[in-house]
């Protein structure tokens, strides 16, 4: 099994900045795709960031310029650096991970940590 531990979420101020950290640990053998998701009330969840094994990154337009996804590859940890948040950004975020656990890739989900931004 996979475990995800997710990080960081808060309550934070229109303009202000959190990271999130999501540490993978478990029967993992190699992992492909990092990333995260968010759900805001009513909505559906959606795509914030991802990296893949090789650094790319791949953002939502409403993120870009704003957030930044990295990752360790030593650690299986991967990261959001949130700036300039606003309170459309308020959500549940997920971490996501595509990983090989034997005999195939799988996908993995956070339990998901609440930002909230508001003044």
């Known amino acids: 099994q996979v475990q995800l531990v997710e990080s960081g979420g808060g309550l934070v101020q229109p303009g202000g900045s959190l990271r999130l950290s999501c540490a993978a640990s478990?029967?993992?053998?190699?992992?492909?795709?990092m990333g995260w998701y968010r759900q805001a009330p009513g909505k559906q969840r959606e795509l914030v960031a991802t990296?893949?094994?090789?650094?790319?990154?791949n953002y939502a337009d409403s993120v870009k310029g704003r957030f930044t996804a990295s990752r360790d590859n030593a650690k299986n940890t991967v990261y959001l650096q949130m700036n300039s948040l606003e309170p459309g950004d308020t959500a549940v975020y997920y971490c996501?991970?595509?990983?090989?656990?034997?005999?195939?890739?799988?996908?993995?989900w956070g339990q998901g940590t609440q930002v909230t931004v508001s003044s």
């Open positions: 478990g029967s993992i053998f190699s992992i492909n795709l």
């Open positions: 990296v893949s094994s090789g650094g790319n990154t």
């Open positions: 996501y991970v595509r990983c090989y656990v034997f005999p195939t890739w799988r996908d993995y």
